[in-house]
């Protein structure tokens, strides 16, 4: 049912992407706006703060808004040109059918309707969880808490995951493994604060650039950094240590610096004792880990492992920062618990400037994963299997407990169960799986054996291409609400225009189909601000307590770091101070951790390992960011980074195309070649669709806790194709 | 209190915020009047932003047959005034910093004026308002050498003669005068050698 609905070309022909270089009228029509609204970067976990201009009610222009304490108006070329988003001739205003020839307009009566007659009869034929919700990270805390109950009471499925899912739940699993809570364990200040830095698998200056400001203040007072990455990132250049892992090996790296860390005397035995439980345990493990022992499989001589468990023993304080570089693996999980393993065995957490954090990467990564959208959880971080969280959960919704469906499928188990047939039916909002999950030609297929899809979106996603039913939401400046940050900060995001056309508030589309559905009484919010309550009323006693936190409080404090559990609560910018940790018995957690090799090592046939990441100027699947004009110009294209050793070997020159092939498929690509990546590895960024899509290499491997997909390790080979530089 | 802006190319990221918040400056139309270069891409990340630096006496001006370019009380260097600009290119070819653009089709010399509009109502420069990295600051000389190891320099010793500026390099010491020559490298860095050691 759900191929497209006509040519791609034809697709692109009507509703993009094409590019947008100027504000509406033009920069020269661009004079004293009418005001300027203090709000958010709707790109990644940052969260920068901004001042969208508006004259005659759209959104004309950019200014830093420097009274916003995290980023001072430091801003990235994403968030400078952000506000071509809006005002896009490629905006959804209409909702639209699929017909024979492509989509066309539909009233917005008969297309609530429609989704109501057709999820109803999926759900008679196939059961409750033959429909399935998938539904993103980039949305607001409230559109969040939404979406989690109306998959739950409205369609009545266990099936409803994320996007995060791709991002941020190995870190999370880890997380409330070790500390009983998910959330960055101190504030970015105390990073500026810190007297060692050390980077592990997060390309600081491209995915989360204002974090390099941190990072420099901190060197400025004379504080060190050790980045580890197999590849030379602009973070790391200037690095007074470079650990260029080879990719997969991060969890054997850590655990033989810990080991070295032990054996220089550097474990903080009273901290161990009085705030931890299972060091033994993990000290044994570690008995036959040594430098030496693991330097070839790591890819790091021995003496510059020895060298980062130095530079952490000298340094007082430390900040231990880390992103999807070491969390996009089958053993993602396993990777973070040998770096809470270091910080926590040398005390080093919950003092001002001595902690750890991991780098959220999605627009909200942090406030998504905390209030129910995610397969296994309930608002407030509750868990959907534990009885008394249901039942604190369905009093509150006024349903019996066993009206609460159960633990569902992740996203990319959502997906494969569409391809089996299990799932028959779809509403998506927010994510884009055909750019962003592994393997894409198995998403395809999935999508193509859908009886019924609906996804709500501003822009035609490449995913929404394959829908029966398009209905236009709203880009995150045409409404309000709350996001949270990096920093566990929950922040406001202001509106600053409403929807054009007919285009509505996402909570107002899926409370209308709650309507539809048979539930409009549990779902009558009149706005954004009323479901906020709504939330905060759920989180109260949950880990994630948001019920001290209002809009008026955010906009007077600069934000509310949670916890905060009463009004006259200012919140908790730093957890874990004094060395109490979330677990009922207030001890962090050691994990030993046996190395696992990844999924797929390269071998004779695919030769290479290729890693995946992003850009500065592109965000994730790119709905948005390959819209806008002068963004799509710093790279139109993704290219393969690979090491002149490595071409001189394949007869590659720079600027050559070449076939990038795995075991999944191939994709054609300019050759970029550059000393600054290990000869043993080729990085493709992963942001564009079809031909020139890193995914189509990708594997489905996941975690088998967290279930994220292995985006940075896939065997791949390279040949050179003929035709020089066309 | 003389505001002046500092360029510390060690700390840039290439991230291209700048180029792209100068467009955003008003009076700008659109345009940039930042270049943001990689140094050396096939051996480095290293990249650099350049900007006018704002001459004490600006060659741009000197060899500007139309006289359109102006010098202001605060030292500075204006872009080109349009009823004057012939858009010969003079100006670029005697640039020693390589800064300035004929924009084709307007047929008008652009540049810098430190974001004039900005700074005139105690804004900083665009530029230095959004880079993440510090590489481009605006303030004293007092407080970004407080704050930060680097020494600011502003006097170049060029083949051609000695150039003092308005705006400031930050080099890793102090310096006294930069001299300027020779093929452009990126400095080898000690996480290139880390690299080179990796064991594949």
Redesign the interface.
């Known amino acids: 049912m759900a191929m497209l609905p006509a040519t791609v070309d034809a697709l692109i022909d009507a509703h993009g992407p094409h590019l947008a ?2 504000p509406p009228g ?3 029509a ?2 004293a706006p009418d005001r300027r609204v203090e709000t958010h970067c709707c790109f990644c976990g940052q969260q920068c703060g901004v001042k969208l201009l508006v004259k005659d009610e759209q959104v004309v ?2 200014e ?1 808004w ?1 009274e916003f304490p995290f ?1 001072q ?5 994403k ?3 952000r506000y071509l988003q809006n005002n896009h001739p490629d905006r959804l205003r209409h909702p639209l059918v699929r017909t024979g020839r492509g989509f066309s307009r539909i009233p917005w009566d008969e297309a609530l309707d429609l989704v109501a007659e057709r999820f109803e009869r999926l759900q008679r034929r196939w059961g409750r969880d033959g429909v399935a919700v998938l539904s993103g990270a980039s949305l607001t805390n409230e559109k969040a808490y939404l979406m989690g109950k109306f998959a739950r009471l409205a369609v009545g499925t266990r099936h409803i995951d994320y996007n995060g899912r791709l991002c941020m739940v190995a870190a999370g699993a880890a997380n409330l493994k070790a500390f009983g809570i998910d959330r960055a364990a101190n504030p970015w200040a105390d990073i500026a604060a810190t007297d060692l830095v050390m980077v592990l698998g997060a390309n600081v ?2 995915c989360s ?2 974090t ?2 941190y990072i ?2 901190a060197r ?1 007072r ?1 504080a060190r950094v050790i ?1 580890v990455d197999p590849r ?13 892992v ?1 990719p997969g090996r991060d969890a054997l790296l850590m655990n033989a610096i810990l080991h070295a860390v032990i054996r220089l005397g550097g474990v903080d035995r009273q901290f161990v004792a009085e705030h931890t439980n299972g060091f033994d345990g993990l000290r044994q493990a570690l008995e036959r880990c040594t430098p030496e022992a693991v ?2 499989e ?4 021995a003496a ?1 492992i020895v060298e980062a468990a130095q530079m952490w023993v000298q340094a007082p304080r430390t900040m231990l920062l880390h992103a999807r570089g070491i969390e996009h693996h089958t053993h993602g999980v396993d990777n973070v618990l040998t770096c809470i393993n270091l910080v926590l065995a040398t005390g080093k957490i919950g003092k001002p400037g001595c902690g750890y954090a991991t780098i959220t990467g999605q627009g909200n990564g942090q406030g998504a994963r905390e209030h129910g959208q995610r397969c296994n959880q309930l608002p407030g971080a509750r868990d959907i299997e534990n009885p008394a969280h249901r039942a604190h959960v369905a009093a509150l919704w006024g349903v019996p407990e066993t009206a609460l469906p159960g633990k569902g499928a992740t996203a990319p188990e959502i997906v494969e169960m569409i391809h089996r047939g299990e799932i028959r039916g779809l509403l998506s909002l927010c994510f884009n799986p055909l750019v962003s999950l592994p393997d894409a030609a198995f998403t395809r297929a999935a999508l193509e054996r859908l009886d019924f899809y609906v996804a709500i979106d501003f822009f035609l996603s490449e995913t929404a291409r394959h829908a029966d039913l398009v209905l236009p939401g709203s880009l995150q400046e045409e409404d309000e609400g709350t996001v949270t940050s990096v920093e566990g900060r929950v922040i406001h995001v202001r509106k600053a225009v409403d929807p054009p056309g007919e285009a509505r508030a996402d909570w107002r589309i899926i409370c209308d189909l709650a309507a539809r559905l048979g539930v409009g009484d549990r779902f009558d919010f009149a706005s954004p601000a009323a479901i906020f309550d709504e939330l905060r009323q759920l989180s109260a006693g949950g880990v994630a307590d948001y019920s001290g936190i209002t809009y008026e409080k955010i906009d007077r404090q600069m934000g509310v770091f949670w916890p905060c559990p009463s009004l006259d609560h200012r919140g908790t910018p730093r957890l874990f101070e004094g060395g109490r940790f979330a677990h009922p018995d207030g001890r962090a957690r050691f994990h030993a951790v046996e190395y696992r090799p990844p999924a797929e090592v390269a071998d004779q046939e695919y030769p290479l390992i290729l890693t995946t990441g992003r850009i ?2 592109q965000f994730l699947s790119g709905t948005q960011t390959r819209r806008i004009g ?1 963004l799509v110009a ?1 790279q139109p294209q993704p290219r393969v980074e690979m090491h ?1 050793r490595l071409a001189g070997k394949l007869g590659i020159a ?1 600027g050559q195309r070449v076939r990038v092939t795995s075991r999944r498929g191939h994709v054609d690509l300019h050759a970029h ?4 990546i ?3 590895t080729v990085f493709i960024p992963y942001h564009w669709p079809g031909v020139h899509s890193a995914n189509r290499l990708t594997l489905r491997a996941y975690d088998p806790i967290a279930k994220i997909p292995e985006f940075k390790v896939s065997a791949v080979r390279i040949e050179p194709l003929s035709g020089g530089d066309a | 209190m003389i505001l002046e802006l500092f360029v510390d190319a ?8 700048c ?3 100068c ?2 400056c ?1 009076g ?3 345009q940039s009047m930042i270049h943001l270069d990689f140094v050396e ?7 650099a932003p350049t900007v006018c630096m704002h001459c004490a006496d600006p060659a741009c001006a000197a060899v500007c047959p139309a006289d359109a370019i102006k010098i202001d009380a605060q030292g500075v260097v204006l872009t080109a005034m349009p009823e004057r600009c012939i858009g010969c290119g003079n100006c670029a070819l005697a640039c020693p910093f390589g800064v300035p653009t004929v924009h084709p089709g307007i047929e008008l010399m652009m540049k810098c004026d430190l974001c004039y509009d900005r700074t005139a109502v105690g804004l ?1 420069p ?1 530029c230095a ?6 590489a481009l600051f605006y303030g004293t000389r007092e407080t970004v050498e407080d ?3 680097a020494r600011a320099a502003n006097e170049f010793q060029f083949d051609g003669g000695l150039v003092r500026t308005r705006n400031h390099l930050m080099m890793p010491a102090a310096t006294g005068v930069v001299a300027v020559g020779g093929v452009l490298t990126a400095p080898r ?4 050698q ?2 080179e ?4």
């Not at chain 1, 790591?298 to 001589?301: D, L, S």
């Not at chain 1, 070649?673 to 600054?676: D, Q, Y």
């Not at chain 2, 308002?129 to 510090?134: D, F, L, M, N, R």
Request: with cysteine.
């Open positions: 270089f100027e033009g920069f020269a661009r004079t222009g950019v830093p420097e980023n108006g430091k801003l990235c070329p968030g400078v040109k200056s491209e650039p204002i390099t400001d420099w203040r400025d004379g980045v030379l990132t602009p973070i790391a250049r200037t690095a007074e240590l470079y650990l260029p080879r330097e070839h790591v890819g790091i001589p510059r500065v100027s002068p710093h002149p720079d070649v550059v000393a600054t290990r000869p043993d | 060690n700390r840039c990221i290439g991230c291209r915020a180029v792209e918040a467009s955003e008003p700008h139309g659109g891409r096939a051996a480095s990340v290293q990249t900083k665009m308002t959004v880079c993440p990295s510090g704050l930060r190891r860095s000690r996480a290139e880390h690299l050691e990796a064991l594949c």
